[in-house]
């Protein structure tokens, strides 16, 4: 049993479900019931049901399971009970090139953590998606990631040397412009976080590297929820540094949106910003 976020459970059975027995919200008790169950959907593999809770469990938890037939017509045993715990587990995104960071390799890979990866087609892509963000144990979450407005495209001179993070997450980032560079110009970067848990907020901590300039690229990071907030980083010279946003809860429909802008130091002829790596923490 998975629980990604609180709000939403994954359960996991051994043989494939009948959809009507399965999908009924009723046949599934959290914590002897203390816990309502909104809805219940049966998934594409025919095996996963993911509860969707009108409150959030936290801790220790059970789930009884009633009614729920396999494809084969036999009925669970009544009352058979599964217990769990929850535990978030943050996000890491990677924005940059082909080389993205992949879980459980070495250098300049992250051998301990799963990470999404945002590549520059996707980014460049007016509407482009990144379904079921996964956090950093492999686990599904149901967050989506959208392209709002575009990227103009990868900047592969980012640092190596970084304490942070993998090399193949600093080594590249997504850039954008306000002024005129490779025939694009006004390219102000955002997208959206869809599917989040609008009992939590959200922590985000950004991250970009481009080094050996002299100049100042200072990116602002706008997050647009419930409630907004921002921060910045100059991306010129970084290794270690980073901008941190904290707190913002999800709008009504379950999204927070994310902008980049050129910070009010940003002296670059281009105005560049930059995001090269996003860890998104819920609380």
Do not use: C
């Not at 769990?84 to 990677?94: E, H, P, S």
């Not at 980049?260 to 995001?275: D, I, K, R, S, V």
């Amino acid at each position: 049993m998975q629980a990604p976020t609180g709000s939403l459970l994954r359960l996991l059975f051994d043989e494939l479900l009948d959809p009507n027995s399965a999908a009924i919200a009723g046949n599934y008790r959290v914590n002897a019931g203390a816990v309502p169950v909104a809805a219940a959907l049966l998934e594409p593999d025919g095996r996963t049901v993911a509860l969707t809770l009108a409150a959030r469990v936290t801790g220790a938890f059970t789930v009884s399971i009633s009614g729920v037939r396999d494809l084969a017509g036999n009925m669970i045993a009544a009352g058979t009970t599964v217990a769990g715990t929850v535990r978030v587990q943050a996000l890491l995104i990677d924005f940059g090139a082909a080389a993205t960071t992949t879980a459980n390799g070495p250098a300049p890979d992250d051998p301990d953590r799963f990470w999404n990866n945002v590549t520059d087609s996707l980014g460049a892509t007016v509407g482009g998606q990144l379904p079921d963000l996964v956090t950093t144990d492999n686990t599904p979450t149901g967050t989506g990631l959208v392209i709002v407005s575009r990227f103009n495209g990868a900047n592969t001179n980012g640092t190596l040397a970084s304490a942070l993070l993998p090399p193949d997450a600093t080594r590249d980032s997504l850039f954008g412009n306000t002024d005129t560079f490779s025939g694009l110009s006004n390219v102000r970067l955002s997208f959206k976080l869809t599917g989040l848990d609008r009992l939590r907020t959200y922590d985000f901590t950004f991250y970009a590297s481009r080094p050996v300039v002299g100049d100042n690229r200072e990116t602002g990071y706008m997050d647009f929820g419930a409630n907004a907030d921002a921060a910045t980083l100059n991306a010129a010279g970084n290794i270690d540094q980073v901008a941190v946003v904290t707190g913002i809860a999800p709008d009504s429909a379950g999204e927070i949106t994310i902008r980049l802008a050129p910070g009010a130091a940003n002296n670059n002829a281009n105005h560049f910003t930059y995001l090269g790596a996003l860890k998104i923490e819920p609380r």
